[in-house]
Structures are given as C-alpha cells and as structure tokens.
C-alpha cells in the first residue's frame, strides 16, 4: 500500500511514554504502519517526506549507539531535521535541572523529543513541561517502548502471530525496562508470558504480572517459542547479584543444550549490547534460529512508525499521510 492510499491511523495519543496504556488495537497499528517501514526501507530509494519540516530532538542522558542511531535514520527518512542534543557538553552537565532543560528545549519549537533518562519517571515528567510529542526511549528500569514494539513485530513478522505463543524472558528482569514493556505488550496481544532468572534477579511481585516465574532455566524455556534474553546490567546494579559471570553463564546462560530444550523452531532473540558468553554463547546467538540481527532493522522501521502516528496529532499535522 502506498503512502497515499493508506487510511488514518488511529493513535490518539500525544506522547508514546511506555506500553501501559496502549490498547491492544492501537499497538496492532503502530505494528502494521512499522510493516509497511520495512517494504519502504529494502528499497533502494528509503525517504519519504511526511516529516518534512519537522524538527525532531534526541536527548540522551544514557550513553546509546543502538537505539540513537535507530531514531536518527528513523526521523531523517522521514524528512525531519533531526539533532541529536550532546548530553555530556551540555548546560545539563553544569547543574541544569531536568525542568530547566525542558524549558530551554520548549523555547526552540521541536515537534518531537526522544529521551532517554537513568530515572523511571522522568520522560514523563519532562512531558509534562513541553509542548512538543515526546517518545520515551528508555526511562531507568521503567519501561523501553519501541524496544517491545520492534520485538514484538520480529515476532510477528516470524511465526505469522503473536497471540498463543509461549514467549520466555530469561536473565535480568530485575534491572529492564525491557522485559517490563515486552510483558505488557506481549500479554496484550495473546501470549503466553515466561520469566526464567535466579531469585536475586527476579523483582518481588513479578507474578502479579501474570507470568509464569521459574528459576531454573531448563524447566522455563520447556516447549517455548520464543527465547528471549536480557543483558546482564552490571552497571545497575548496587551490590552482588550473581556469584560470578562464569557461574551465572553456567545456570542461565543461553547455550544449545539450553536451547534444545524449548521447541525445535523455537526463535532467540535479544536487545542488544549482548554479553558473549554471559547471558548468551555465540554459536546461540550467530545461530540460524537467532533474531538478533532482524531485530535492529524492525527498530529503524517501529521507530518510523511511531514518529509518523504521533505527528498526526501535533498542530497542522493532518497532511501526514
């Protein structure tokens, strides 16, 4: 379908700020808008101009390659004007409070903002205080939309559905914003949802999601679908979780043997940056039942999803088409 002939999606929303609060029908759009990304990015030509004139911020206080370089060539195939604010030289260094940058960047009129931010809660603060679109692209352990979006369209895109597959998270649940998005997303749309991690990494009350919660690894990935691992965040974490890398590879790392015990075409998926023999071995993860690679295409395609829906809802934004 062509630009033109597609219909009005249907996305009230002003700010994408995590899964929870998306309805089912609403996240089946941004899925098949993402689809249609894909079929205009394996082309030779890739632009196209409904952004233009736009200006789009990336405001990143986390350090990412992944995810900012996904929205930058998202919102410049789009035709926006897109800048990528340096956290590390900036006024933010120098004392700015998270409101005073919010203001500051209120008085250049970007149409849309991409933050990402170490403390859950702040991209919807910093929502509040503008008056621009904002996407949340990762908020402390809070919740990382377009990343459950991209996950959940790989999958769609590999086994034809989402609803009644057996889909099992392993590794650090504790520390990802990850695995909270993708277990809200993926329930929403019919899956059956695992978490597989040792005590010390699994967030107390995680079964009041709905999941099923197991501690061996063995046990969690019986039967499953779709495989799907977190990176260890070492960097998160404010005291021992794990006895050691070695040890942690040895229970819950991601290797054939651990892999065989899930479905034959099961599929192993992972966010990225991944941990080589810490979360994942590399015969697993260069695999031919390995998604990792598709994964970061179906990004740079959800991303140009969302831009577009929340485009339609900023002032003069009907002509998005």
Same mark, same amino acid.
């Given at each position: ?11 009230? @929303? ?28 394996? &082309? ?10 736009? %200006? &789009? $911020? ?9 995810? &900012? ?17 340096? *956290? ?20 250049? @009129? ?24 904002? $996407? ?9 939309? %377009? ?6 369209? %790989? ?19 504790? @520390? ?40 061996? +690894? ?8 779709? !495989? ?13 979780? *794990?006895?050691?890398?070695? /040890?942690?590879? @040895?229970?819950? #790392? ?28 590399? /015969? *697993?993860?260069? #695999?031919? &039942? ?5 994964? !970061? ?6 991303? +140009? ?11 003069? #934004?009907?002509?998005?088409?």
């Amino acid at each position: 379908m062509t630009a033109n002939a597609r219909p009005k999606l249907d996305f009230p @929303h002003r700010h994408l700020l995590g899964i929870e609060g998306l309805s089912p029908f609403e996240m089946a759009h941004l899925l098949d808008l993402a689809d249609e990304a894909v079929d205009l990015n394996r &082309q030779v030509r890739k632009e196209r101009k409904t952004l233009a004139g736009r %200006t &789009q $911020i990336n405001l990143f206080f986390e350090n990412s390659t992944r995810t &900012q370089s996904s929205f930058e060539i998202a919102g410049k195939r789009l035709g926006a004007d897109v800048m990528n604010m340096a *956290v590390a030289s900036s006024s933010i260094k120098k004392g700015e409070t998270l409101l005073d940058t919010a203001a500051t960047l209120n008085a250049m @009129h970007p149409d849309l903002i991409v933050v990402r931010h170490h403390a859950a809660g702040a991209v919807h603060l910093l929502a509040r205080k503008v008056d621009c679109a904002v $996407i949340n692209a990762g908020d402390g352990a809070h919740e990382h939309p %377009t990343q459950a979006l991209l996950d959940a369209l %790989t999958i769609r895109r590999n086994k034809g559905r989402i609803e009644g597959l057996i889909v099992a998270i392993c590794g650090d649940v504790l @520390h990802s914003r990850v695995a909270r998005s993708n277990i809200i997303l993926l329930q929403a749309l019919g899956a059956r949802v695992r978490v597989i991690g040792p005590s010390t990494l699994l967030p107390r009350g995680i079964d009041r999601f709905g999941v099923e919660v197991f501690r061996n +690894m063995r046990e969690g990935l019986k039967d499953a679908d779709i !495989v799907m691992m977190l990176r260890l965040q070492l960097e998160r974490m404010n005291g021992s979780f *794990v006895p050691s890398v070695k /040890e942690y590879f @040895h229970f819950f #790392g991601l290797d054939a043997e651990k892999l065989s015990w899930a479905k034959p075409d099961a599929l192993v998926m992972h966010p990225g940056p991944m941990n080589r023999g810490v979360e994942i071995d590399s /015969e *697993v993860a260069d #695999g031919a &039942q390995s998604l990792i690679r598709e994964q !970061v295409e179906m990004g740079v395609a959800v991303r +140009m999803a969302v831009l577009e829906a929340l485009a339609r809802n900023l002032p003069n #934004g009907g002509g998005v088409s």
